[in-house]
């Protein structure tokens, strides 16, 4: 029962332009989403967060949107930079205190 | 400030054979998290320690992972007998608490690859 999907493995981008990267969850008692970026070799690295009661939070190139009606969020690069070239988790948070990760999106960013 | 060390790296030992792994939090992280990733998947979380107890081992197979958090500090996950399926990225997490991890997210370790052959 996975109740966070990634459905995109993969996504390419050129350079400057906007990535988008989207995630698709089921429980609506999910009360956080977190963004981690992961570089092979390492562990994954937190990016960005976002409270259930909040549609919006930016941190600088970062921005994710929530639409809970939908039950779907998405993770917004702007500019993208090679340097964002990584595998891309989003992960849900429940009351349990358990965070559920989506099976990650393989993002490269094209000179 | 340091972050979360892991060892070994690497590690391959055959099936039925044990195997431990270490994690040492940073300073200060009462919640810890140990996490398996299979290759192509998101990382699962097995068990989370807050302290030295236990807040969450549901999804620890519990007939062959164990996994102690001795003095609040330092972690072991330990697999005994290792089965061919348990190959995979072993990551540990810390954060301050659970709360202040969904704001500013968990600091995972490298993690340990471990293949079971």
């Known amino acids: ?111 | 400030e340091a972050g979360v060390a892991q060892s070994p790296r690497y590690k391959i030992i055959e099936k039925r054979q044990s195997v431990a792994f270490w994690c040492n939090p940073i300073s200060g992280h009462a919640t810890l998290y140990w996490y398996q990733q299979i290759l192509g998947q998101g990382p699962k979380l097995l068990i989370q320690f807050q302290n030295n107890g236990v807040v969450d081992d549901s999804q620890l197979p519990k007939d062959r992972f164990s996994a102690e958090r001795l003095k609040g500090v330092d972690s072991t996950l330990k697999i005994q007998p290792a089965k061919l399926e348990d190959s995979a990225v072993y990551l540990c997490a810390s954060s301050l608490d659970s709360g202040t991890g969904l704001i500013y997210g968990y600091t995972f370790g490298s993690g340990t690859r471990l293949t079971v052959v």
């Not at chain 1, 995109?8 to 981008?13: D, Q, R, T």
């Not at chain 1, 989207?22 to 609506?28: A, I, K, M, P």
């Not at chain 1, 909040?54 to 969020?73: I, P």
Request: charged content about 20%.
């Open chain 1, 1 to 111: 029962d996975q109740q966070v999907k990634q459905n995109s493995p993969s996504l390419s981008v050129q350079e400057g332009r906007i990535s988008i990267l989207n995630c698709d969850y089921t429980n609506s008692m999910f009360d956080y989403f977190l963004w981690y970026k992961k570089y092979p070799a390492e562990g994954p690295t937190f990016l960005i967060s976002i409270s259930s009661i909040k549609d919006k939070n930016e941190d600088g190139r970062f921005t994710v949107f929530l639409n809970k009606s939908a039950k779907h969020l998405s993770l917004h690069i702007v500019p993208s930079q090679p340097g964002d070239s990584a595998v891309y988790f989003c992960a849900a948070h429940n009351a349990g205190n358990m965070l559920t990760f989506g099976g990650g999106t393989r993002l490269m960013v094209k000179p």
